[in-house]
């Protein structure tokens, strides 16, 4: 049991320095330290940096799906186009103030640069996913006859892009959160009413 905790503390500990100070500016002797370790027992549980951070990747992507969704995991799909803004709401709500959730947006950020690994996570996570998963909801939403029928694909990547462009906006300036909230909100519902059938 005690390894368990010992290998999340390393975990959340490594997530917190690589949300502040990047991947390159954390060694494993600083990640112990915040983990109230010394320095070579991190090696018990982990052979490097690089597998600490393979293993929170692993351990966010497992997060992310079961709290806000992906293509393979849609979660609540909606009966009508004002449970869509509701659900839609509730995600965005995640997103912005989950803590993990935004350690790792700013990991990402940061290292999209350094690794070309973490480049394609961070296109995956801020439009790929997303749209993949919107375009299975739209396409099932058309087939149970809420809203018209039009391209799943292309109404996907209208509805996700300004989200995402709001919510990297957050990131930079949180002061204007309720600002880009706001705005979020008159968007779904003028998107919701292009496609309501």
Excluded at 57 to 71: A, L, Q
Excluded at 110 to 139: N, T, V, W
Excluded at 147 to 157: E, G, H, S, V
Aim: hydrophobic content about 40%; glycine content about 6%.
């Amino acid at each position: 049991m005690e390894k368990k905790a010992t290998r999340e503390r390393i975990l959340d500990s490594a997530l917190t320095l690589f949300s502040e100070k990047g991947y390159d500016g954390v060694g494993v002797d600083l990640i112990a330290e915040k983990a109230e370790l010394k320095g070579p027992s991190i090696y018990k549980h982990f052979k490097s940096k690089e597998e600490i951070l393979d293993v929170l990747i692993e351990k966010v992507e497992g997060y992310y799906e079961e709290n806000f969704g992906s293509e393979s995991h849609l979660g609540e799909i909606p009966f009508s186009v004002e449970e869509l803004i509701d659900i839609s709401l509730r995600r965005i709500q995640f997103t912005l103030h989950d803590d993990v959730i935004k350690k790792t947006r700013k990991i990402l950020a940061m290292e999209q640069f350094r690794s070309p690994r973490i480049a394609k996570l961070s296109s995956r996570y801020s439009m790929d996913g997303i749209q993949g998963m919107y375009q299975k909801i739209f396409r099932k939403m058309m087939d149970d006859g809420i809203i018209k029928q039009d391209d799943p694909r292309m109404l996907a990547m209208e509805f996700a892009a300004p989200v995402t462009l709001l919510i990297k906006m957050c990131d930079r300036e949180p002061e204007r959160e309720q600002e880009a909230m706001e705005l979020i909100r008159e968007f779904l519902k003028y998107f919701t009413m292009k496609i309501k059938k």
